[in-house]
Nanobody, 125 residues
């Protein structure tokens, strides 16, 4: 089993920044494609950003391009999401996910095998 644990969420004012982390237990972390999704009550889970096992392929949702940066440190089994210029509409539970059989970066929830519990990000003045 792969366990994913997110951290770094919190309350921030519009225009502020947060850095989320996702610690993975899998020994083969370096072979997984990883992604961040976000979820708001009553709405479908939304893809935010994804990264291939090598870090060479990265994909962002249009809503976060230019503001968010996804990265990974395979030596530390950790995925990151740097979020800058945060907006109220970024408020959500942010969840990391692992694709154990990647064919690149995929953007649908059904492509991912393991999920964390999420960390709350609230952007409000």
């Amino acid at each position: 089993q792969v366990q994913l644990v997110e951290s770094g969420g919190g309350l921030v004012q519009p225009g502020g920044s947060l850095r989320l982390s996702c610690a993975a237990s899998g020994r083969a972390f370096s072979t997984y494609a990883m992604a961040w999704f976000r979820q708001v009550p009553g709405k479908e889970r939304e893809f935010v950003a994804g990264i291939s096992w090598s870090g060479r392929s990265i994909y962002y949702a249009d809503s976060v391009k230019g503001r968010f940066t996804i990265s990974r440190d395979n030596a530390k089994n950790t995925l990151y999401l740097q979020m800058n210029s945060l907006k109220p509409e970024d408020t959500a539970v942010y969840v990391c996910a692992a694709d154990l059989r990647p064919t690149g970066v995929r953007t649908f929830t059904s492509n991912y095998d393991y999920w964390g519990q999420g960390t709350q990000v609230t952007v409000s003045s």
